[in-house]
């Protein structure tokens, strides 16, 4: 007999894309030995048998044969002469194999009710096997087709139909999509919510970067090439540090390829994102230097136990050094890992110098007198007249021009 209405065949639920035939008849003959065990209070003396094709369901009760008046237990046994009903020839000890009329064993009811059940558990178990497939594929590309748009969000499918949820936080931000259009992203984590699975996908993650990187250029794969760090500003600028394994290879030269054709496709994707390839290098003064590329640096200056750099720069490398919106010197700084401050270079500016550099020449009490009107510094004192120091300080006007002399002595070597 078949399964009377609880499951015609297994493509009634060929909407549950995450679920294996196997497993399928697993959830299948456990809902039936559910009903039997709370019919017979035990399902051992059955078979549940299921076609892998077609889904149709037999159950067989499995007795034996005991003689007339002896049967104890009308699940487990069967009296001779109700034998012989069903064969002619059955001898006592031997087994009865019947097969269940489910709606007359179960009734009409029973049978409805255990079908909500089976796909109650065939639905609970399609999104544990959906969460754990997406767990295991968190910072993967995975292309979808665009489905619908929301404000907020955009439904993508998969391949299999798969409803992946891509925020519009995690869009570039010149990203503009239609029903129907492909497109890429990496699965930024998987959620449960209200007991469903949400897939959360980006475009702006720096995995997302890397896996594309990954994707264009082998070496990367091959272990020849690392990234060390990616830093983004997502359809901005972005800035990737690369180190190589094998002396004979440039990174930087892998990962752009000839003419630019690796690193070119990436761009694309990106919505045209400005991507700078670097030499990674444990040195930090050198990789402040390469993370603030294109611009050129003169001098720099590291403050390790503030994690601050100052570079000075000449005012034509300024603008570069800064980018647009301040988007390079924003990520340099994110690359190397220090709050880095830009100074211009000025053409033949000179050094200040603290006037306690000059107590082998100048008095103690006069430094004194002297910073006691805020002059700290040698250029500081120049800057104000002579006619000034002498109204302002208790110091004569040959004190003042000797004072002079020797600082511009100074300035002029």
Known sequence: MHSSGLIDSFSEFKEFKNIDRATMQRVLEDVFRGMLRKKFNSDENFDVIINDKSGDLEIWHNRTIVHD????????????????KIEPDFEIGEYVTTEVDILKEFGRRAV?????????????????????????????????????????????????????ILPKNEMIHADHYKKGDAIRAVVLKVEMHNGTPRIILSRTSPVFLERLFEQEVPEIIDGLISIKKIVREPGERAKVAVESYDDRIDPVGACVGMKGSRIHGIVRELRNENIDVINFTTNPSLLVQRALSPAKISGIKIEEDRKRVAVTIKADQVSLAIGKGGHNIKLAGKLAGYEIDVYRETEHEEEDIDLEEFSDEIDSWIIDELKGIGCDTAKSVLAISVEDLVRRTELEEETVIEIRKILEAEFEQ
Request: glycine share 6%; net charge negative; charged share 35%.
């Open 112 to 164: 409805l009710s255990a079908r909500q059940t089976l796909l109650s558990k065939v639905l609970e178990l399609e999104k544990d096997e959906l969460y754990k497939k997406y767990k295991d594929r968190v910072g993967e590309i995975i292309t979808g087709e665009v489905y619908q748009i929301w404000k907020k969000e955009i439904m993508i499918l998969d391949d299999e139909g798969n409803e992946l």
């Open 69 to 84: 008046g002896e049967v104890e237990n009308p699940n487990t046994e069967i009296a001779y002469q109700d034998a012989l």
